[in-house]
């Protein structure tokens, strides 16, 4: 029989390694066949209910780092909240109408114009139900547990149906209207764009300064002197209507270099080092308002251009008198409708001059800086052109720049119901608190909704036209067309006819012949996943309106955060959601976006690959995702190492209560002894921080006290010491039980804290354990115990711990002079102050076992060289004595059983109670 043989030795079947690449697959299927996600849902039947609604990716390309971050941050809160008595169903959605689909199929070579509407549609559908699959397999690798056999999709009928039903309540209250102002347009995309489509890139654009010859001074101003403004958009000039200068602001008509000009006195010494003038008179000066009513002549038309007020002008940059061009600029646009200006606006949906403009008819806008400056520089109305490089809106999907322009379109109407909005974000919590600031500036200082696009691929705009060209659009026809959207698609308006799409019956004054036309254009597709309050949240009976979280991107404060409480509130006179939380974008390890274009990507899928989903799970909870993250596979290096750490503590944990039957060695509270009762009110304090962090969302806060746990209270102290009780001791001795006790309680409870981040390393932990419920998953969290002394014992056990700092030092000390090698060589004298001496005689333990020396000593006598700290001093010396063979502790009392002449008194009294048959003779090393 070998000495190995006597020791309860810790033995586990859960593997050291996790081969996550290959078995979280196999757990998913597992989960899946099982209807763990049904399960879960009929166990939290009739509790309080918290839904988290999801915010729809759109269905296009393999999912990403971002989509990670965000659907694992989802699934972290809604696994937490199933398992800690609320119902909190998870229905995943999807965004599936748009350009960027239009787009993919003409990639593929696909032409729209050669198939009827309904063909085209058919291809877009599944394209997108293509996208759709691809897209849930790579959420499901991750191991986000939803109702993925009933996902919500933009381009159901029933989501379609209720759309048009918001829209309809929206005409209803009049807030949706027809007009001709400018709007972001797309040239590349041949459409309008939401301010949420819009982003900024710096190009390179022309700078002319250009002279507006007087036409009528009316006596403020001499008739052969010229106006200054300065533009940046060349290509406007030929729809110029007006000069527009700021009412409180003082001009001047300077003579310069022989000839006279008007510009704000503000600006002369800019606009004189801009133009090289030498010699610069100040003839006279007035007010901006004393300009309003004079007229200048165009640079290169017969036509008049109106001197106008408008307090946007400002004096940062240019001569104080802006071009203006209300066709094609939103300050414009608004300054032109108080005078009365025509709206011209000659450019195509292209981007190409039409034939209103003669000269330049087909020339792109951006080809027609150049002709119309050389036509300036050539009648010497052009005072200078230079280039120099800002930041401009550009079409986020298509990555070119727009214009504003002027075309027909539909507008919801946002001054209407602005104050009920702002009231409700008011009563919304925000995570992180500045999203409250940022929505409400954005939605205070937003214009009017432009809610149609010039596209194919979408939700039709439910507006009839008379044959007198009156748009018809009442709640009556919005929610016919409906019902037939419910029934047939939306694919309906492209198959039937206008007079087949009305209400029985129905007649309109102004088609007196029966004849009615519909609207062409669709619905902008953040009105889409702007609806999903109405489409999903109010239509399913699993779900509450409004919901109780939404979570995204911080992008999606001026789209889908925007839209939802827009709609909501025009539809239905409350916000859709009771709070917001943002997360900030994946960014490469050099601080810049992940892009598809740049190189800088890192797919899941890779990650996955070389680490597992866990990794990347663990990831998301250990970083703050308030703001921007950086990623790189050094990352995911680093968190594998901690996943090591909890993987092999609890491998441990496991291995040692093997032989552990709650039911049956579970020792009470009260007989624990005093280090375990510690580690139990340490375990407690943990589950309350944890619980509370988890309803904070606080995921990163979650992972470091479990590690921190995991790591200071079990691996380093707890647990190492544990060995000489666990190993050494009877099998079913009280200090050995009392520790399986509390190692055992500690497995369990980490399991299920740990489920919502690592659900599946922590279901195969829950193999191992000896737990009522089949699935960790079907488990509840653990709750906070009541323990009267908690308090008493964490402020022994503070002492203690610092206490036992000063012992390793001083050890580690000793070990540097080579007096010792490991601990368990030295003997421990303490001489302690009278607080540690009250604190020692209160824990009354095993000393030298807790600190793991072989002999430890208390006395009240003073001690020459010891290391003196303000808890004690300590002296450490080299133990007397023999190893004993079993317990490898050096001991005096080594051989004191003839029986067992190589065992300490300690064990020797082990082993004769468990072998009592056995003699030393019959021990081999």
Known sequence: ???????????????????????????????????????????????????????????????????????????????????????????????????????????????????????????????????IEKQMAGFKRLGISADWDHPYITYQKEFEEAEIKVF????????????????????????????????????????????????????????????????TTPWTIPSNEAICVNPKFIYAEVNADGKKYVVAQERIQFVQEQLGWENVEILKTFKGAELEGLTATHPFYDRESELILGFHVTLDDGTGLVHTAPGFGADDFVVGMKYKLPVFSPIDAQGRFTDEVP???????????????????????LLKLSFFTHSYPHDWRTKKPVIFRATPQWFASIDKFRQQILDAIDNIDFKPAWGKTRLYNMIRDRGDWVISRQRAWGVPLPIFYAENGDPIMTKETVDHVAELFGKYGSNVWFERDAKDLLPEGYTNPGSPNGKFTKETDILDVWFDSGSVHAAVA??????????????????????????????????FGQASYKSLMSQGFTLDKNGVKMSKSLGNVIAPSDIERQFGAEIIRLWVASVDSSSDVSVSVDSFKQ??????????????????????????????????RPEDKYIKVKLNDLVKNVLADYDKYDFADVEKSVVSFIVNEMSTFYLDFAKDVVYIDAEDSHARRSMQTVIYDA??????????????????????????????????????????DQAEIQ?????????????????EVARGDKMIGKSLEAKV?????????????????????????????????????????????????????????????????????????????????????????????????
């Not at 593929?108 to 394209?127: D, I, L, P």
């Not at 087909?362 to 300036?376: H, L, P, Q, S």
């Not at 996943?643 to 624990?672: C, E, G, Q, S």
């Not at 010396?877 to 065992?903: H, L, W």
């Open 1 to 131: 029989m070998r000495v190995k043989d006597t020791l309860n030795l810790g033995k586990t079947k859960f593997p050291m390694r996790g081969n996550l690449p290959n078995k979280e697959a196999e757990w998913q299927k597992a989960w899946e066949d099982n209807k763990l996600y049904e399960q879960r849902q009929k166990l939290n039947e009739g509790k309080p209910t918290f839904e988290l609604l999801d915010g729809p990716p759109f269905a296009n390309g393999d999912i990403h780092m971002g989509h990670a971050l965000n659907k694992i941050s989802k699934d972290i809160i809604v696994r937490f909240k199933s398992m800690d008595g609320f119902r909190s169903p998870y229905v995943p959605g999807w965004d599936t109408h748009g350009l960027p689909i239009e787009q993919q199929l003409a990639k593929k070579g696909v032409k729209r114009k050669e198939m009827t509407m309904s063909e085209y549609r058919q291809m877009c559908y599944e394209f997108a139900q293509g996208e």
């Open 538 to 571: 109010k239509q399913r009976d699993n779900l509450t309106y409004p919901a109780d979280l939404i979570l995204e991107g911080s992008d999606q404060y001026r789209g889908w955060f925007n839209s939802m409480l827009v709609t909501s509130i025009a539809a």
């Open 639 to 672: 968190v594998s190492e901690t996943y090591r750490k909890i993987r092999n503590t609890i491998r441990f944990m496991l291995a040692n209560t093997t032989d552990f039957d709650p039911k049956t060695n579970a020792v009470a509270y009260n007989d624990l």
């Open 359 to 381: 000269e330049y008819q087909g020339v792109f806008y951006d080809d027609a800086n150049k002709m119309i400056t050389e036509r300036m520089k050539e009648n010497g109305s």
């Open 747 to 788: 497995v369990v409870k980490l399991a299920k804290m740990l489920t919502p981040i690592l659900p599946h390393t922590m279901e195969q932990v829950w193999e191992y354990l000896k737990e009522p419920e089949d699935y960790v998953q079907l488990a509840e969290m653990p709750e906070v115990e009541d323990i009267p």
């Open 829 to 925: 004298t303490v001489h302690p102050s009278a607080e540690l001496k009250a604190v020692l005689d209160k824990i009354d333990s095993n000393f030298g076992q807790l600190l793991i020396v072989s002999q430890f000593e208390l006395t009240d006598q003073e001690l020459d060289g010891a290391d003196k700290y303000e808890l004690a001093d300590v002296l450490v010396e080299k133990a007397q004595g023999d190893v004993c063979q079993r317990c490898r502790m050096i001991k005096t009392d080594v051989g004191s059983d003839n029986d067992y002449p190589t065992f300490c008194a300690r064990c020797a009294k082990i082993v004769a109670q468990e072998y009592p048959e056995t003699k030393s003779e019959d021990f081999d090393d």
């Open 168 to 231: 309809g309540e929206m005409v209803d209250k009049g807030y949706i209207y027809r007009g001709k102002k400018p709007v972001y347009w797309s040239p590349s995309s041949e459409s309008t764009l939401a301010e949420a489509e819009v982003e900024y890139k710096d190009i390179k654009s022309p700078s002319i300064f250009v002279a507006f010859k007087v036409r009528d001074g009316k006596g403020v101003v001499d008739s052969d002197a010229s106006f200054i403004i300065w533009t």
């Open 795 to 811: 402020n022994d056990w503070e002492i203690f711990m610092n206490f036992r700092d000063n012992v390793l030092k001083s050890l």
